[in-house]
Structures are given as C-alpha cells and as structure tokens.
C-alpha cells in the first residue's frame, strides 16, 4: 500500500459529460501529481500541483483541470469528456520538489467513456 | 521521436532466467534514472534509482546507466514468477528549480514457472 488513495477506482460515463477524480496524497507529502496512462502513449504527465499551488503543467487538455486543496488533497475534473479520454488515471505524490524521484502513486482511477 | 524509448514487449522468459530490460533516450539534460515496477491493476512502484553511469545492485536487481550511449538498462537475476510485471524506466532533470520526469512506454515481463 503507497499511503495515495484515489477515488473512484471505476468510472463510466458518456461523451460530453463531466467527471471529477479525487487523490489523498500519502501524509506528509506536499507534491501530488497527476498521470493519465492509456496503452499506446503510456504514462502522460498531466499537472503537478506543490503545497496548492501549480508547478508545472505537462501534456493536459484545455478541457482538463485539477487543483489541489488546502487539506492537500487533489481533484482532477476532465469535461467534454471523449471517447479518447478512456484510460488510467494515477495520482502520484511525493515530499517535495526537488526530490529524488521517487513518486508514491495510487491504484488509478479507470475511466471508460461510452 | 520520443525522448524515451522502450520495448513494450511483450516479453516471456522461463522462471530462473536472466531478464534484460533496457531504454534509450535523447535529452542528454536527463540526470537522474529509474526503474519502476507495475503489476497488473495496481500503480508503478520504485524498483531501483540510479544518478550516475555505471551499476547499482539491488538483490537480483542491477541497474546499469551508459550516459556517453544515452542508454539504461535493468537486469533481473534468477527471475521468479512474481517479478511478472510491467517494467517502467523513468528520467529525470531538474533545469533552474523546474523538474521534468518521463516515463517509458513500459516492457511487459511474463516469467513462466
């Protein structure tokens, strides 16, 4: 068990609508990141997000959004939602900035779009 | 081209083997190097992380780094049927407090008692 909980480990919804995924980090931990893996382009780095506040921004959708707490939990809202949206979305967390690499992440949450 | 590249397999070798995983990349910027192990509906976990050229042994893990060939590799030793996973390399700059980590594609491992 990493100590990262995501919520909900399933999902299926149809295009167009709008779908909100939540990630604990493990304790302690500051950085939450958010990755979505499909199979032909493996493991995407969406945003990360340090203590609240956006640090650095990968591959996301303009339909895609994220924020992260004060609590340090994290959500990840994709709207519009298409049929390519369908993957793996994994929560990642980790002390700080700067560290040495090492990401704790979550089971993933599946998302299947019909 | 991607800055990682790496076999998605699928690879099957009989239990007892050696297994050879390897990525090559094309940031030469690219500092730090890891390994990262995915079984089947679960997240990757840390395996092995290396900065340096050179091997890192872990168990019946070595992690080797060629930085002139932009080139890693991992080894398994004595593969056992739960080292069936997907194996994921993974690279790491920090430029000016700003960090980037790229995955590989992962390799698919199947051992086969």
């Known amino acids: 068990d990493s100590g990262v909980t995501q919520t909900p480990k399933h999902l299926i919804t149809a295009t167009g609508q709008r779908v909100t995924l939540r990630c604990s980090p493990r304790s302690g931990d500051l950085s939450v990141y958010w990755y979505q893996q499909s199979l032909d382009q493996g493991l995407q780095f969406l945003i990360q997000y340090y203590n609240g506040e956006e640090r650095a921004k990968g591959n996301i959708l303009e339909r895609f959004s994220a924020q992260q707490f004060p609590d340090l939990h994290s959500e990840l809202n994709l709207s519009s939602l298409e049929l390519g949206d369908s993957a793996l979305y994994f929560c990642a967390s980790s002390v700080g900035v700067g560290n040495t690499g090492e990401l704790f992440f979550g089971e993933g949450s599946r998302l299947t779009v019909l | 081209q991607k800055e990682v590249e790496q076999d998605p397999g699928p690879l099957s070798v009989p239990e007892g083997a050696i297994v050879s995983l390897n990525c090559t990349y094309s940031n030469s910027a690219f500092q730090y190097f890891m390994w990262y192990r995915q079984y089947s509906r679960k997240g990757p976990e840390l395996l092995m992380y290396?900065?340096?050229?050179g091997n890192k042994e872990d168990g019946r893990f070595t992690a080797q780094v060629d930085k002139s060939s932009k080139y890693i590799s991992l080894f398994i030793r004595d593969s056992q049927p739960s080292d069936s996973a997907t194996y994921l390399c993974a690279m790491r700059l920090t430029n000016f407090g700003n960090e980037k980590l790229t995955f590989g594609t992962g390799t698919r491992l199947t051992i086969i008692p």
């Open positions: 290396t900065y340096s050229s």
